[in-house]
Structure formats: C-alpha cells, structure tokens
C-alpha cells in the first residue's frame, strides 16, 4: 500500500485547516485539522509497518505508531489528541453540536493539529512535515 498520497493529503488538509481559520470558517478549521492528524499518521504507519488500522481514533492510531517504534508521546501531545477526536463528529455533523463553534475552538484545534505532528516528524523513520519533502510529512 502506498503511503505518499496520504501524506501528500494530510499536508493538504493542513493548508486547509489554516486558511479555514484564517477565514473565520471555524468548524471546518476544526474537522481539517484532525483530517491533517488522521491521514498524516496513517501515512506514516503504511510507511513503516506496511498498514493502517481503521479508526478514526487519533489516540489509537498514536498508540499503534509508538507500538511500532517505540516512541511515546507525551502527555501533551495525547492530550491534543484527544482534543482533536472531539472535532471528527462535532465539526462534521450540523446537527452533533448545539452551538456554533466560536473561534477559540478552532484555534486550539489547529494548535492541537501542530503539536501532534511536531511529534509525528520527530518519530524515527518518519522524517520531516516540511512541504515538498518526500521523505516525510
């Protein structure tokens, strides 16, 4: 299974995510960025196991990314994990919330977004998130 269309996705979405908030378009900011999250780890776990497993879980794609390697996040960056899993079904139904989502939510999505794929390229093997590098993220 190929990995670089995923990862070429992820950066994508994250583009997205950040035009999203710049533009006050707060939920999809929010989906965007746990898109950007999913595909990016999935990617890499295509590249260095050869699978991905299906789920939509954040957490649990990070605890198959350190069973693979070894490399444990930190609270931080499990904490934003969980923060972004909140935005798969929040942002992505009209009808999962009961508010609109205001702009501090978006933010902190996009934040999350960073600190999780910081820790994605800094996994051995995965090389870097920089745009164009074929290698990684």
Not at 8 to 26: C, M, N, V
Request: aromatic share 8%; net charge negative; with cysteine.
């Amino acid at each position: 299974m190929a990995w670089t269309p995923w990862v070429r996705k992820a950066r994508r979405l994250r583009r997205y995510a950040l035009e999203d908030l710049s533009l006050g378009r707060y939920e999809e900011a929010a989906f965007n960025a746990h898109q950007a999250v999913e595909l990016a780890i999935k990617g890499m776990l295509i590249k260095l196991g050869g699978a991905k497993p299906m789920t939509h879980s954040i957490r649990e794609l990070l605890s198959a990314l350190s069973a693979l390697t070894g490399a444990e996040p930190g609270h931080n960056v499990v904490r934003c994990a969980a923060e972004l899993e909140r935005h798969y079904v929040g942002a992505r139904y009209p009808d999962a919330r009961l508010a609109e989502y205001e702009a501090w939510e978006a933010e902190e999505a996009v934040k999350c977004m960073e600190v999780v794929l910081r820790y994605v390229e800094s996994v051995p093997g995965v090389g870097g998130i920089g745009e164009g590098e074929e290698d990684g993220l």
